[in-house]
């Protein structure tokens, strides 16, 4: 059973049958998986991306400086951690909102002692914002947290459950990888589950990714209780 673990979830599973936004229905369900966590005495980080509303390497040029395309995808994970900090209350999670870029009127400014307060007092943390700092994507930004809060694992939450030998929607003998290494994960093109940047700082710290389902029911809690879920990315 993990104590503490970080989760992110990506800004496109968010809008679920949007194109763009926040679906609440989504978001309440990604709730109720969360509070299964958070009951069975698992400490939860949450780190959301932004890309249902700005992905900010996509926006950049035309006139839209790179930097400027980041800052508004941190802006947009800021949103999407605001909305989720609002249904994670209504379904009676305590949480907080906090942020590493700088939103004090409707949020709390990240640091290491205050996160660690919050899961003192037992709540849910979400930190929005990314690093701060442009051409690092939101996966870099969760490994990152990930090790700063000694989390026990960094759980990517994707629409498949888990790594495929090859892609699962146009070949139906693909096979789930129950493990694999970061040397495989960051050298293999046809793998992207992660940023490379990100699969370099896992790597680099040992700190272990597992790509999961997170939209599957008892997924969540079933990880953080040590079965076998998803895809293990380990040295």
């Not at 700005?54 to 400027?68: F, K, N, P, Y």
Request: net charge negative; aromatic share 6%.
């Amino acid at each position: 059973m993990y104590k503490r673990v970080l989760l992110k979830f990506s800004g496109e599973q968010l809008s679920g049958k949007h194109e763009v936004g926040v679906d609440t229905a989504v978001a309440h369900y990604i709730a109720r998986e969360c509070k299964k966590v958070v009951d069975a005495g698992c400490q939860l980080v949450l780190v959301v991306g932004g890309g249902n509303v700005v992905r900010g390497a996509e926006l950049a040029g035309g006139g839209i400086r790179r930097v400027t395309a980041d800052q508004m995808g941190m802006l947009s994970g800021l949103m999407n951690a605001m909305a989720l900090t609002d249904v994670f209350e209504h379904e009676d999670i305590p949480t907080r909102c906090m942020s590493n870029i700088y939103a004090e009127q409707v949020t709390e400014s990240y640091s290491y002692r205050r996160a660690e307060k919050h899961f003192e007092f037992g709540r849910v943390v979400i930190v929005a914002g990314g690093m701060g700092r442009p051409y690092f994507t939101h996966d870099t930004a969760a490994v990152s947290l990930g090790l700063e809060l000694d989390c026990d694992v960094v759980l990517k939450a994707t629409k498949v459950d888990g790594v495929y030998n090859k892609d699962p929607a146009k070949f139906k003998d693909a096979q789930r990888l129950p493990t694999m290494t970061y040397q495989r994960a960051v050298e293999d093109t046809d793998i992207r589950v992660m940023d490379k940047a990100a699969l370099g700082l896992a790597m680099e710290q040992d700190m272990n990714v597992i790509v999961l389902d997170a939209m599957k029911p008892d997924n969540l809690l079933h990880v953080v209780q040590g079965k076998d879920v998803g895809t293990r990315i380990t040295s």
